[in-house]
């Protein structure tokens, strides 16, 4: 029963910002990593950024240097800050989480149903 919902996807002006966040609610464990990916019409779902449970972060080369990720690990909330924002970074953003419901079970992925971030003049 656990879900993950985002919020933030808007329309902006190329070199703008926009800040997605998501949030886990339900029955939670345990979250391991958290992240976001994304998917443009015709291309292959992609990993944006991601911030495991020591707080490490990875980012793809395309985003790095303008999107900035965050996580609140005492409200199950992670954020991605972008800026400087480009006609390339629009896309379907889609939050993604390993959670586990249960001491005794693994961790499995958890996906939210995507907001749209749309980049044009």
């Known amino acids: 029963q656990v879900q993950l919902v985002e919020s933030g996807g808007d329309v902006v002006q190329p070199g703008g910002s926009l800040r997605l966040s998501c949030a886990a609610s339900?029955?939670?464990?345990?979250?391991?990593?958290m992240g976001w990916f994304r998917q443009a019409p015709g291309k292959q779902r992609e990993l944006v950024a991601r911030v495991g449970n020591t707080s490490n972060i990875m980012y793809a080369d395309s985003v790095t240097g303008r999107f900035a990720i965050s996580r609140d690990y005492a409200r199950n909330r992670v954020h991605l800050q972008m800026t400087s924002l480009k006609s390339e970074d629009t896309a379907a953003y889609y939050c993604?989480?390993?959670?586990?419901?249960?001491?005794?079970?693994?961790?499995?992925?958890?996906w939210g149903p995507g907001t749209q971030v749309t980049v044009s003049s």
């Open positions: 993604r989480s390993q959670i586990t419901t249960s001491v005794h079970r693994g961790y499995t992925p958890s």
């Open positions: 339900g029955r939670i464990f345990s979250i391991n990593s």
